[in-house]
């Protein structure tokens, strides 16, 4: 370690940069986060992002005992199924989700703009709003300077780049490490949850999260997000003194927008959508999700007439290529600066908070044996390029979310969306598969491996 105090220099203050600059700052390590936004509200952060227990336990070690009870209690209500459905509306499995009562055992639904506030709370003085970075470069007394588009700079002794899946960082550091485009674009909406759309929906779809097999390799996912608080922001009858008190003081809940709300996601090969989807917003980008779901339940299709126009958009889905491991440095990253992965198995943002947590135990080793900076770093990109990887290839096998999967296929697809629908009828309706199939998916969300 150098012979000053050790500084870490963060670029990003996302999921995983936020959670790595708590753990630091708990354990009094100096560190500044430098965030492209210009405010803490700033970006279109409200959809859901599902906190499984791999997450729980990153954000649990890395933030302060009060804030981690806080992002609890801000979480909507937890899944109670898990089920299956065709485009119009039939049940094709229904999985009953574990009721736990251990809150880091389970997944955690969020919404990314309250996760956002939690981690921002309480880091005025750390975080650096408006700085976009632009290059670095690394001096001979160990240190690295960050220099940003205002004609800034920051100096330290280790630069996390936490700058996600455009990282600038990367580019300069691995210029080698490729972002592929993994074939499919997603179109996401948000519906207000009113007593009108909530009256569309039946109990086991709202209490849960609903994957849709379309025809024709259209793919969709539905899921209620429900909150402690109402739409004026106040909390509402019924919840506990606790989360109550936790709520009301919090003032993060003055930034976030988040109110109750259906999330309806829909998703295909990239060629199935017009050439200009990228550049379509609001009602325009509404028609395009109404002209692709048009043999779709008149329900779904009513939900998604009702969308908030300004929260549909389109998501090109990405992919990190693996790299092979490089010479450690004073240089490193996290989460989507490094790997990438397509939303297949919903563990993007666990993955980041995952490198956090375990970045974190490395450089407070470190600091306490007075040991070598680079091999803490070393250790560290050495665990994270094995699972993290691992992660990314896991994801584009699953639920369509590589454009090469064979349920896009002309001939064939018809056929392998009917297998993939068998297997999940079959599983549901024979209890040791379905206790099998239920075990396994928290297995794997919950993995350290």
């Known amino acids: 370690?150098?012979?000053?105090?050790?500084?870490?220099?963060?670029?990003?203050?996302?999921?995983?940069?936020?959670?790595?600059?708590?753990?630091?700052?708990?354990?009094?390590?100096?560190?500044?986060?430098?965030?492209?936004?210009?405010?803490?509200?700033?970006?279109?952060?409200?959809y859901r992002v599902g906190i499984n227990p791999t997450g729980c336990r990153a954000l649990r070690e890395c933030l302060p005992p009060e804030l981690?009870?806080?992002?609890?209690?801000?979480?909507?209500?937890?899944?109670?199924?898990?089920?299956?459905?065709?485009?119009?509306?039939?049940?094709?499995?229904?999985?009953?989700?574990?009721?736990?009562?251990?809150?880091?055992?389970?997944?955690?639904?969020?919404?990314?703009?309250?996760?956002?506030?939690?981690?921002?709370?309480?880091?005025?003085?750390?975080v650096h709003f408006g700085k976009t970075f632009t290059s670095y470069e690394q001096h001979d007394d160990g240190t690295v300077t960050a220099h940003f588009g205002d004609g800034t700079s920051a100096t330290g002794d280790l630069l996390v780049a936490a700058d996600g899946t455009h990282s600038a960082v990367r580019r300069q550091y691995l210029p080698h490490?490729?972002?592929?485009?993994?074939?499919?674009?997603?179109?996401?909406?948000k519906i207000p949850l009113t007593e009108y759309t909530r009256s569309l929906l039946s109990d086991e779809i709202r209490g849960g999260i609903s994957l849709i097999f379309g025809a024709g390799g259209l793919m969709g996912v539905l899921h209620v997000m429900e909150f402690k608080w109402d739409q004026r922001g106040s909390v509402k009858p019924g919840v506990g003194v606790t989360d109550a008190s936790l709520i009301g003081s919090w003032p993060g809940l003055l930034y976030d927008n988040t109110r109750d709300c259906i999330n309806l996601i829909i998703w295909s090969a990239a060629d199935r959508f017009p050439e200009d989807v990228m550049e379509l917003r609001g009602e325009r980008l509404a028609k395009v999700a109404l002209d692709l779901t048009r043999n779709w339940?008149?329900?779904?299709?009513?939900?998604?007439r009702h969308s908030d126009p300004g929260s549909v958009i389109p998501i090109k889905v990405a992919t990190s290529v693996p790299v092979e491991p490089w010479k450690s440095s004073n240089i490193t990253l996290l989460g989507d600066a490094i790997h990438t992965m397509t939303p297949g198995r919903g563990v993007g943002a666990n993955t980041a908070l995952r490198d956090a947590a375990l970045l974190r135990r490395h450089l407070v080793a470190?600091?306490?044996?007075?040991?070598?900076?680079?091999t803490a770093v070393?250790?560290?990109?050495?665990?994270?390029?094995?699972y993290g990887f691992a992660r990314v290839a896991d994801s584009l096998r699953t639920n369509g979310t590589n454009g090469d999967d064979p349920i896009y296929k002309p001939i064939i697809g018809r056929f392998a969306m009917l297998a993939a629908r068998g297997y999940f009828s079959v599983t549901s309706r024979l209890p040791p598969l379905r206790r099998k199939f239920v075990d396994e998916l928290y297995n794997y969300r919950g993995a350290e491996s």
């Open 177 to 189: 490490a490729e972002v592929k485009d993994a074939g499919s674009i997603n179109i996401a909406s």
């Open 366 to 374: 470190a600091v306490a044996d007075a040991g070598p900076l680079v």
């Open 68 to 126: 981690f009870t806080t992002f609890l209690a801000t979480c909507a209500r937890a899944p109670r199924f898990f089920n299956v459905l065709t485009g119009q509306l039939h049940r094709t499995a229904s999985f009953a989700l574990r009721p736990d009562a251990d809150p880091t055992s389970i997944d955690q639904s969020v919404s990314r703009m309250t996760l956002r506030q939690i981690l921002l709370t309480d880091m005025d003085d750390v």
């Open 378 to 386: 070393a250790d560290y990109e050495t665990e994270m390029i094995r």
């Open 297 to 304: 339940h008149p329900t779904l299709r009513e939900l998604l």
């Open 1 to 46: 370690m150098p012979g000053r105090p050790l500084h870490v220099i963060v670029i990003g203050a996302g999921t995983g940069g936020m959670c790595l600059a708590h753990g630091l700052r708990r354990a009094g390590i100096s560190v500044a986060v430098y965030e492209r936004y210009r405010t803490r509200s700033d970006g279109l952060l409200g």
